[in-house]
């Protein structure tokens, strides 16, 4: 039998602590189109096809009739969990701000892996392309991996994206690393942000951003990048990347992907346990949602060297 934690424990909000994994997470909410639908299916309906216009004959005949075709990019929704336990002994020692330190941490955790949904997502896009029946149905990727990431490179991808007609925002996460490189360049590091100030990455003050010819490029924390041979953990020493590999990132249009979590909780459940020795608190976050890729055609997967300081542009 459990019983719930009292309320002055879970209210305590302080924050004085010093935290060692600052990735607030949560940082790509808002950047993909929301779906439909329950039960755990969420659904995303796709128009595709030519709709004809023409010229009127001024005879009495049959109009001539576009057939658009109607798709649904359909994905269940998965569930996770968070969970952590709490001894009353250790709880008795702790001041008000590690008690509030530990759902901070829980809070990121579920933030985190909601951010990694959406990334693992277009990663299975990139390499397993799309069902619709209408082409495209694979996504470009640009950059071999054997070159630093270049001005040249964000602007063919951001072209590609543009020029399917396409009116919605266009986002780009980068590491700090490339942030760095391409702000050697005049044109690039004069650039301010213009998107949505309301953005969860547009209202951190530690999140460096910029528009750069209507894309919002923004730098996320190292643990971002785990996609590629230079990955995130696989460099030496205190180093997060190995400069001897790549990064795999992703650019894309907010229609293009599709996120949606049916329930999502972050803050930390905590109940006691008194069948169990000294009636330990169990604290839980959880949520239910799933990611999808939908446009192809809306999606670059760019993929340069890995790095850890700029170099200048000869």
Do not use: C
Request: no cysteine.
């Amino acid at each position: 039998m459990t019983a719930q934690a009292p309320n002055w424990y879970k209210e305590l909000i302080r924050a004085q602590i010093r935290e060692r994994n600052k990735v607030r997470g949560g940082l790509l909410d808002d950047t993909m189109t929301r779906g439909d639908g329950g039960a755990g299916k969420i659904k995303f309906p796709v128009v595709g096809g030519e709709i004809l216009i023409y010229k009127l004959s001024g005879a009495i005949q049959k109009v001539k009739t576009s057939s658009p075709s109607l798709s649904m990019v359909e994905v269940a929704a998965e569930d996770f969990e968070g969970a952590a336990w709490m001894r009353v002994q250790d709880f008795r020692k702790q001041g008000p701000s590690e008690q509030s330190a530990v759902g901070k941490e829980m809070q990121k955790a579920i933030r985190f892996k909601r951010d990694t949904l959406k990334i693992d997502a277009m990663n299975a896009f990139a390499t397993n392309g799309s069902s619709l029946p209408d082409a495209p149905t694979t996504i470009d990727t640009i950059g071999d991996g054997t070159t630093t990431i270049d001005l040249i490179d964000v602007i063919q991808a951001r072209s590609a994206i543009a020029g399917t007609g396409s009116e919605e925002d266009i986002y780009y996460p980068i590491p700090e690393a490339w942030m760095d490189q391409l702000e050697m360049y005049k044109e690039f590091s004069n650039m301010d942000y213009i998107g949505d100030k309301d953005m969860p990455f547009a209202r951190m003050s530690n999140v460096r951003k910029r528009t750069f010819r209507g894309v919002h490029l923004f730098t996320l924390p190292d643990k971002y990048f785990y996609l590629g041979t230079g990955k995130f953990g696989s460099g030496s020493g205190n180093l997060p990347y190995d400069t001897d590999g790549y990064l795999d990132t992703f650019m894309w249009t907010k229609d293009a992907m599709g996120a949606e979590m049916e329930w999502n909780q972050e803050d930390m459940s905590i109940s006691m346990h008194p069948e169990m020795e000294g009636t330990p608190m169990l604290g839980k976050v959880g949520l239910s949602g799933a990611a999808v890729g939908i446009l192809p055609e809306g999606v670059k997967r760019l993929r340069f060297k890995a790095q850890h300081r700029a170099t200048r542009p000869a």
